[in-house]
Structure formats: structure tokens, C-alpha cells
């Protein structure tokens, strides 16, 4: 653990307990910097979160804007979560933000700390543009002081964390849409059809302008680009950065986004050929793991996703590169104890994939158990101590292609075993 979330830890209340009235209280101690901040996109949803926050941040970046972004959880170091101004927060200064929170900051948990630390230094330090990333939910999410986005952005809605947010999709759908304030424009993802009802509803109360993707707007794959088209334009543009076919949705949003805030095509063209965003379905070259596949002539991919509409678009992606040049498959998998990894697993029973299964620091699944659950699934599963432990067995049976997922945790551990692979 890095030093910056060791002090969180140790100070502040690990829970989660949805609720606005400490942030509320935490932020009018502060001076209120939620109110202090350049315009602001707010972005909820289930998956493509970050992915869609990458995007529009490499397209206002190629515009020549000055961005802040807040995301979260971190991969290998705290800093990963507050961007200021296009570079990461530096240690003198988030240590410094964090003396005059734990001053005033009361029973607030960790993320309320995180998220007043993220307001204080982007109110501080001058920017065009934030994004923020919600949390958990949206309603009672920490970030949800922020009373008039920019614009409001909702990416995929899908089911995570029933322990908070129940198993009702048009409940969760509700609960994401509280980042749509009144007036502000909303920017909608690709919905089931009971997510986006309930969206709508939502929007209609606070009087918020829809833009729909599929409704108003789309994207799709052509001729190795990306064709974006709305009820104004045409736009033939370069294919994202980021693999995957589901990338091509999240650029959609992000670039009707992006269109929302009249950003140039040249910009948009520019941001997607550029963006980066460690840990979704990310080629590993260098450190031990990425020189180890390296040398037995595999490649290796490091994905975080963690539910069943992630495995999903893991499927998809495995699929299509196994069609073009099938190899052996191996999957190492660690997952938290709290997660749908029935739900995981039933997503890639197609893939035939060898599955070795590990453990990390944290509330971890245990890997035997685990692997009876991939079992079950109709997919040979096998515990391992470590993940070095699994991709030494992998490749030496044979595997050409290795994928390392079902968390951003574990993810977080195969990136911080090398400086080389740290993300910056």
C-alpha cells in the first residue's frame, strides 16, 4: 500500500455509508471549493466510467484545455485519482490538503476525505474543465455536492454493489441519475430499455436535456475507424486508443460530449488516437510479467473488470482475437469475496479458456473457491498462490494468450510490480 492510502486508512473510517450530510458539512468546513471549481462533467454508470473520463479528458486536452480530472479507486499509487491540470497530484502538495481535512474533517470515511482533497486542489490550481467521477451510485455519492455540472454524462448502467445499491436495474438506473441537475444537459449511454426509463423519469423531475446515445446519436466500427453520427453531423473518425468493440460506444458518449462543449473535430480525432487508460484491456510488454510472456512468444492482457457485463466485453474482445489468430487461452483470475463471479464466469464459459485462479491483498474470493465457481461454468480451473505462480504454469502449458483479470485490485498489484508499468 502506498504511504498517502496508508494515512487515509489509518485516520478516517474505512465504510461506506451513502450519505451527503458529512461531505456537505466537510466541504462548508473547507470553505465550500465545490462551489470553487472550474465547469465541471460529471460522470456516473456502471462501467466505461473511466474509460468515457479518459476520452473526453484526451479530446478537451488536444483542444488545448487545461483538465482536472478525479477518478477512482487507484491502481499502484493515490495520486492515480486527482489529475490537476493534465499531471498527477504530487505528494508535498496532497499531504498538505490532507493536514487541513484531517483538522476539520470529523467521522468523514476515506472517499469523503478523497473527494474533499480532489475539490480543495482543482479550486486551487487554475483549469478550463474538471471531470468528476462518481464513486458509488450517485444520489448520496460524496462527489453529488456538485450542484450545477457542465454537463452530466451516464455511462452504461448494469448491476454492482447490491449490497448498496440493491437488484433492481431501475432502481440503480435512479440512484446514477442523481448526477442530472436541473437544466443541465445530460449526455446518455447506450441503456436497457428499463435503465433508460427510468433515466428519463429522473431527467423530467429536474428538467435536464437528454442526448441519447442510439436515440440521438451513435457510433459504430467502420473500415478501422470510428463513424459518429448525430442529428447535425457526420464525422469519420480514427478508432480509440483503448481496445476492445465495446470502446466504441464509450467514444461515442465521449464524443457527443465533447460536441456538447463544441470541441473541434480535429481536437475529437486527435484525443481518441491518443487516449490511454491503464488496466481495461491493456497490452503488458515490460515489468517481469510482460518480459516472462515476452519470452515464451505470448502476449499478455491486463483487464480490471469485475462484473458480469465487464466479462462481457472481455468475452467479445477474446473472441475476436482468437478469430484472427486463435492460441492456447489462459484467464488468471482473482476477484473480491463480494462480487458476481457466478456472473463473471458465465460470460466467458464460451471462451475455452484455461482458468488459474489467485488471491490478493484485500477481501479477496478464495482462489479454490473461486475456481469451483469457474468450474461450474463448464471452464478447468485451478487454484494458485500467486500470479506469478499461475503465469508460470500458464505458459508452461502451452498458453499464447493470457488474459489477468476480475479486478482492479489485482490489476493494480501486476502494475505495481514495476516502475515501468506505474501509471502516470
Known amino acids: 500500500m502506498d504511504p498517502v492510502s496508508e494515512r487515509l486508512r489509518a485516520r478516517h473510517p474505512q465504510r461506506i ?21 472550474p465547469p465541471v462533467i ?6 466505461g466510467k473511466g474509460s468515457t ?22 491502481l499502484v499509487r493515490f495520486n492515480e485519482r486527482i489529475r490537476l491540470a493534465g499531471t498527477l497530484i504530487e505528494d508535498d502538495q496532497l499531504n498538505a490538503i490532507l493536514d487541513r481535512i484531517e483538522a476539520v474533517s470529523g467521522e ?13 486542489a482543482m479550486s486551487e490550481t487554475p483549469a478550463d474543465l474538471a471531470i468528476i467521477e462518481v464513486g458509488l451510485g450517485g444520489v448520496l455519492d460524496a462527489t453529488n455536492v456538485i450542484e450545477r455540472p457542465l454537463l452530466s454524462v451516464i455511462a452504461p448502467v448494469d448491476y454492482d454493489h447490491a449490497e448498496f445499491l440493491g437488484t ?9 441519475a442523481g448526477v442530472l441537475k436541473p437544466g443541465a444537459p445530460g449526455v446518455i449511454a447506450r441503456q436497457q430499455e428499463v435503465a433508460m426509463a427510468a433515466i428519463e423519469r429522473a431527467a423530467q423531475v429536474v428538467h435536464a436535456p437528454l442526448t441519447v446515445m442510439g436515440v440521438d446519436f451513435d457510433a459504430w466500427a467502420e473500415r478501422g475507424g470510428l463513424a ?44 481518441l488516437k491518443a487516449v490511454r487508460w491503464p488496466a481495461r484491456l491493456q497490452r503488458i510488454s515490460v515489468g517481469p510479467y510482460g518480459e516472462a510472456a515476452r519470452a515464451a512468444d505470448a502476449e499478455l492482457w491486463l483487464d480490471g473488470g469485475h462484473n458480469p457485463h465487464a466479462a462481457r466485453a472481455l468475452a467479445m474482445f477474446l473472441a475476436e482475437r482468437q478469430a484472427r489468430a486463435p492460441r492456447p487461452l489462459a484467464l488468471i483470475c482473482g476477484m473480491l469475496a463480494n462480487k458476481d463471479a457466478g456472473g463473471f464466469f458465465a460470460a466467458l464459459k ?25 468450474r461450474g461454468h463448464g471452464l478447468a480451473a485451478t487454484p494458485a498462490g500467486s500470479v506469478d505462480e499461475a503465469l508460470k504454469l500458464a ?20 502494475l505495481g510490480a514495476s516502475r515501468e508499468t506505474w501509471p502516470h
Open 108 to 120: 468523514a470515511t476515506v472517499f469523503e476525505s478523497t473527494t474533499a482533497a480532489a475539490f480543495v
Open 168 to 176: 433492481d436495474l431501475a432502481g440503480i438506473a435512479a440512484e446514477k
Open 42 to 47: 460529471h460522470v456516473a454508470g456502471t462501467n
Open 395 to 414: 505458459l508452461r502449458l502451452g498458453a499464447g494468450r493470457v488474459g489477468i483479470c476480475g479486478s482492479l485490485y489485482l490489476a493494480g498489484e501486476v
Open 350 to 374: 464460451d471462451s475455452h479458456a484455461t482458468v488459474f485462479t489467485v488471491g490478493f491483498d484485500g477481501a479477496a474470493a478464495d482462489p479454490a473457491a473461486l475456481a469451483a465457481v469457474a
Open 53 to 74: 473520463v479518459s476520452m473526453i479528458r484526451a479530446i478537451a486536452e488536444a483542444a488545448g484545455l487545461k483538465v482536472h480530472a478525479y477518478t477512482s479507486p487507484h
Open 17 to 37: 455509508d451513502l450519505s451527503l450530510d458529512r461531505m456537505k458539512a466537510l466541504c462548508a468546513a473547507l470553505g465550500d471549493p465545490q462551489l470553487r471549481l
Open 228 to 271: 459518429f453520427q448525430d442529428q447535425e453531423r457526420f464525422l469519420d473518425l480514427p478508432a480509440p486508443g483503448l481496445a476492445g468493440a465495446h470502446q466504441i460506444d464509450n467514444a461515442g458518449v465521449a464524443i457527443a460530449a465533447a460536441l456538447e462543449l463544441d470541441l473541434p473535430e480535429a481536437a475529437i480525432a486527435e484525443g
